[in-house]
């Protein structure tokens, strides 16, 4: 095991915004419309404003595939078979939209598979390594983990049973690392997929929120 390379280029920072949910909306919440040519945003708190620029911003009404095309994660996946460590990192408070962006609604319905128009980055991430590795014929192993960071404790939840905690460590070959993670081998797009599911069922779900308390757009675009 040796460090992986970090990627050489600059990170890509999008903002998504998430449509207002009924309540929001009663209480006159409002969604500043964002503008794509020069993407800001503009937080005025009551002492200070702030304006952030992004690489790209995405509204309410944009897509799932919008927002993979446009976010840069194929050049990612291809910085990743070149052997470069890469990182997707969604941050937000609770219930702005980190799982939907990242799994799509998969976590409010385990049950009936999501609708493909609603899969979510890492889904298409997935279809997207698997195609590439093709794609260039060569030899390349693929294997998956999957961890949980919460409340400073790392969970390993692709081991069966109930999730177990794992220490992290470092060491001047490896780097930091979370001892005794489980690293299971895929080959297909169905493996993979459904590690994912198996994983998001022992996740800690921070937000529940029924789908009736949507407007009617949202609640027919979300049902499977
Ligand atoms: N772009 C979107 N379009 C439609 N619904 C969305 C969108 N983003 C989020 N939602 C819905 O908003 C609710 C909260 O989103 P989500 O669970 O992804 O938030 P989160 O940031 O992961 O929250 P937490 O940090 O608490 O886990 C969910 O019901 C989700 O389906």
Redesign the pocket.
């Known amino acids: 095991h040796a460090v992986t390379p970090l990627c050489p280029h600059p990170p890509t920072t999008t903002i998504?915004v998430?449509?207002l949910t009924c309540t929001e909306t009663r209480r006159g919440d409002r969604q500043d419309p964002l503008s794509h040519r020069r993407p800001r945003a503009q937080v005025s708190a009551a002492r200070h404003d702030a304006t952030f620029g992004f690489s790209a911003v995405f509204d309410?009404g944009?897509s799932q595939e919008a927002v993979f095309e446009g976010s840069g994660m194929r050049q990612l996946v291809e910085l990743a078979l070149d052997g470069f460590s890469c990182t997707v990192f969604a941050f937000?408070?609770?219930?702005?939209?980190?799982?939907?962006?990242l799994m799509g609604?998969l976590?409010?319905s385990k049950t009936q598979p999501a609708s493909p128009a609603l899969l979510g980055l890492m889904q298409r991430s997935f279809a997207c390594l698997l195609e590439q590795s093709r794609n260039r014929g060569s030899d390349l192993a693929l294997s998956a983990s999957y961890l949980e960071i919460y409340n400073e404790q790392v969970r390993d939840l692709l081991s069966p049973g109930p999730p177990c905690t794992l220490p992290l460590r470092w060491s001047k070959t490896r780097g930091f690392y979370v001892e005794n993670q489980l690293s299971v081998d895929f080959e297909s797009l169905e493996a993979i997929a459904s590690l994912l599911l198996q994983g998001a069922e022992p996740r800690v779900?921070?937000?529940d929120?029924s789908?009736g308390c949507?407007p009617a757009p949202?609640a027919a675009?979300?049902s499977p």
Do not use: V
Not at 92 to 101: E, I, L, N, P
């Open positions: 998504r998430r449509p309410a944009a937000g408070q609770t219930g702005s939209g980190k799982t939907y962006t609604p976590a409010q779900q921070g937000w929120i789908p949507w949202w675009r979300a």
